[in-house]
């Protein structure tokens, strides 16, 4: 955590633009994302092909509170949170119920609703044209720059980190864990994994609006791309790279992935290509994600 804090401290000295302070956000915002993420895949071991549609859902709840209504932002944000954790509980029951393949598909129906709901109710959202967001406000004072968002953003990760660090250290945790390795196992045990299901995956997709509020007032525009099914793809495989049940290890692949696409630049249109190579060969070659690999080296050495 305080590595963390450094290195966020720090970063400004290596960024000579707004461009880097640009991708150094987007970073910021993938990694708190993913961190919420890889409680419910890395430590609960259940899988989910549609987590944009919650960032849409918050992003859009944000951005048409704010415009529309005349919303404060927190308020909005906060709200928005409230729905969104509220429609996840509502869910995740007979979701959560599934598992294997038919959670994934289960998962990815879900996250395909929401982007439909997103895309036809055009008189809300403006449809696939998208809509305007007005900036960011916070006691008077607005998000006006990429340095003010950047210490916004740095702020908003290292409080999901704590976060999720006391989740996997808390009685919480340690339900997650043995859920993981064997839900029979858990049951036998007197834990009760449907309620712990249903709580990581309400804690994840809390996460996830307010990444996806963020995310509506830091661009200043939100189409229903944002959830769509790319995106879950995205974010799964930053906790895939990063390293599965490992929080650092989700922010590491959030950082990888998302300067992935400016490395790319010169290629366009095969992003997808390589996202696809790059989890492949992490299942084959690291099975257990970048940073717990490089970790158990470690050790050994």
């Given at each position: 955590?305080?590595?963390?804090?450094?290195?966020?401290?720090?970063?400004?000295?290596?960024?000579?633009?707004?461009?880097?302070?640009?991708?150094?956000?987007?970073?910021?915002?993938?990694?708190?994302?993913?961190?919420?993420?890889?409680?419910?895949?890395?430590?609960?071991?259940?899988?989910s092909l549609g987590h944009?549609?919650?960032?849409?859902?918050?992003?859009?709840?944000?951005?048409?509170?704010?415009?529309?209504?005349?919303?404060?932002?927190?308020?909005?944000?906060?709200?928005?949170?409230?729905?969104?954790?509220?429609?996840?509980?509502?869910?995740?029951?007979?979701?959560?119920?599934?598992?294997?393949?038919?959670?994934?598909?289960?998962?990815?129906?879900?996250g395909i609703i929401i982007?439909?709901?997103?895309?036809?109710?055009?008189?809300?959202?403006?449809?696939?044209?998208?809509?305007?967001?007005?900036?960011?406000?916070?006691?008077?004072?607005?998000?006006?720059?990429?340095?003010?968002?950047?210490?916004?953003?740095?702020?908003?990760?290292?409080?999901?980190?704590?976060?999720?660090?006391?989740?996997?250290?808390?009685?919480?945790?340690?339900?997650l864990r043995a859920l993981?390795?064997?839900?029979?196992?858990?049951?036998?045990?007197?834990?009760?994994?449907?309620?712990?299901?249903?709580?990581?995956?309400?804690?994840?997709?809390?996460?996830?609006?307010?990444?996806?509020?963020?995310?509506?007032?830091?661009?200043?525009?939100?189409?229903?791309?944002?959830?769509?099914?790319?995106?879950?793809?995205?974010?799964?495989?930053?906790?895939?790279?990063?390293?599965?049940?490992?929080?650092?290890?989700?922010?590491?692949?959030?950082?990888?992935?998302?300067?992935?696409?400016?490395?790319?630049?010169?290629?366009?249109?095969?992003?997808?290509?390589?996202?696809?190579?790059?989890?492949?060969?992490?299942?084959?070659?690291?099975?257990?994600?970048?940073?717990?690999?490089?970790?158990?080296?470690?050790?050994?050495?």
């Amino acid at each position: 955590m305080l590595i963390t804090a450094a290195v966020i401290a720090l970063l400004p000295l290596a960024l000579p633009n707004n461009y880097y302070y640009d991708v150094a956000i987007r970073i910021g915002m993938n990694a708190a994302m993913v961190v919420g993420l890889n409680l419910l895949i890395g430590y609960a071991g259940q899988i989910s092909l549609g987590h944009a549609g919650f960032v849409g859902l918050g992003g859009y709840a944000s951005a048409i509170l704010t415009s529309r209504y005349g919303w404060p932002p927190v308020a909005a944000m906060l709200l928005a949170m409230a729905c969104v954790g509220a429609i996840a509980f509502l869910v995740a029951r007979p979701i959560l119920r599934l598992r294997g393949h038919y959670l994934a598909m289960a998962t990815l129906g879900l996250g395909i609703i929401i982007y439909m709901v997103l895309v036809n109710e055009s008189s809300l959202t403006g449809g696939n044209d998208g809509m305007q967001v007005p900036p960011f406000t916070l006691f008077g004072a607005t998000l006006a720059n990429e340095r003010a968002w950047y210490w916004a953003t740095g702020a908003v990760l290292l409080v999901a980190i704590w976060v999720a660090n006391n989740i996997v250290d808390s009685p919480l945790g340690r339900a997650l864990r043995a859920l993981h390795g064997s839900e029979v196992a858990a049951q036998v045990a007197g834990v009760d994994t449907t309620r712990y299901k249903v709580r990581v995956f309400v804690v994840s997709a809390v996460f996830a609006s307010v990444v996806g509020s963020m995310m509506a007032h830091y661009v200043g525009f939100i189409t229903p791309q944002v959830s769509g099914f790319f995106h879950s793809i995205e974010l799964v495989t930053m906790v895939v790279v990063g390293g599965m049940a490992s929080t650092y290890g989700a922010v590491v692949g959030a950082a990888i992935l998302t300067m992935l696409p400016q490395v790319l630049s010169r290629f366009e249109g095969y992003e997808m290509i390589a996202f696809g190579a790059i989890l492949m060969l992490t299942m084959i070659f690291l099975p257990r994600g970048l940073l717990p690999t490089i970790a158990a080296r470690w050790r050994r050495s």
